[in-house]
């Protein structure tokens, strides 16, 4: 004996299926969150950045003198940082340096934000355009109009770390400074800083979120207009 579903039955069934229908394409549609550059000086194609000019970072291990660079740039934006691209190539000795991210404080590094050790490049200084890139940074929080460091340096005093930070190709400049010793390894409080004035900076970018949402209240929209349209065909074919 088989049993057939009232048409109540079958319209509830259908009801219940709409929702979780809904449901799940109002998760799938959900808002992203605005993604934003704080920074940006490079460049595109096979131009991101100078191939063949860039700021000294070493240990004494090679050249006899510790380097480590220091580029001031303002945040365009406030929000969450969440990477960092940095152009630097490799032009002997040992393939490992730090990035670091410090308030500015008279001109000079103040307090550090946060620091990233270990780094390598897969770039030889003279080519372009590999970049060193930092990803999933968290608690990281720049403010809009406000200037900061980002610091390279040798991971120890004595490395024999020999790299460049490429020049920018996009003419961005900015305050450059240089250490050479007592700054290595992020340790940027106390360091003696030598001050080059305005200069071509380093190529680099930082990129992150706003905290704000980007809405799509058309597609929310149509799809309400659709379910409804939906369940008024059913309903009607069924009285048939």
């Known amino acids: 004996m088989f049993g057939f579903e009232s048409e109540e039955e079958l319209l509830k069934k259908f009801a219940w299926s709409l929702c979780l229908l809904a449901l799940a394409l109002c998760v799938s549609s959900l808002p992203a969150m605005a993604q934003t550059s704080f920074f940006d000086d490079l460049g595109t194609g096979t131009n991101v950045y100078n191939c063949c000019e860039g700021w000294t970072v070493s240990g004494t ?3 006899g003198t510790s380097f480590t660079s220091a580029n001031e740039f303002t945040a365009g934006a406030t929000g969450s940082v969440s990477q960092i691209d940095i152009g630097i190539g490799l032009a002997g ?4 340096f730090f990035a670091a991210l410090y308030t500015a404080s008279g001109n000079e590094p ?3 934000i946060a620091q990233w ?3 390598s490049s897969n770039e030889t200084f003279g080519q372009c355009c590999n970049l060193v890139d930092i ?3 968290t608690g990281v929080e720049l403010t809009a109009g406000t200037s900061y460091f980002l610091v390279l340096g040798p991971t120890n005093l004595t490395a ?3 790299m460049a930070w490429n020049f920018n190709s996009t003419g961005a400049t900015g305050t450059d400074l240089y250490a050479t010793s007592g700054c290595q390894n992020g340790s940027g409080n106390g360091c003696s800083w030598n001050s080059n004035g305005t200069q071509t900076i380093g190529a680099f970018d930082i990129v992150g979120s706003t905290g704000q949402t980007v809405p799509e209240p058309s597609s929310l929209l149509l ?3 659709g379910l409804v349209g939906a369940f008024g065909t059913i309903r009607r074919k069924l009285k048939k």
């Open 61 to 63: 291990g090679i050249l």
């Open 93 to 96: 000795g040992t393939n490992s």
């Open 110 to 112: 103040g307090t550090l």
């Open 117 to 119: 050790d270990n780094l």
């Open 135 to 137: 990803t999933g940074i």
């Open 160 to 162: 024999t770390t020999f």
């Open 223 to 225: 799809l309400g207009t």
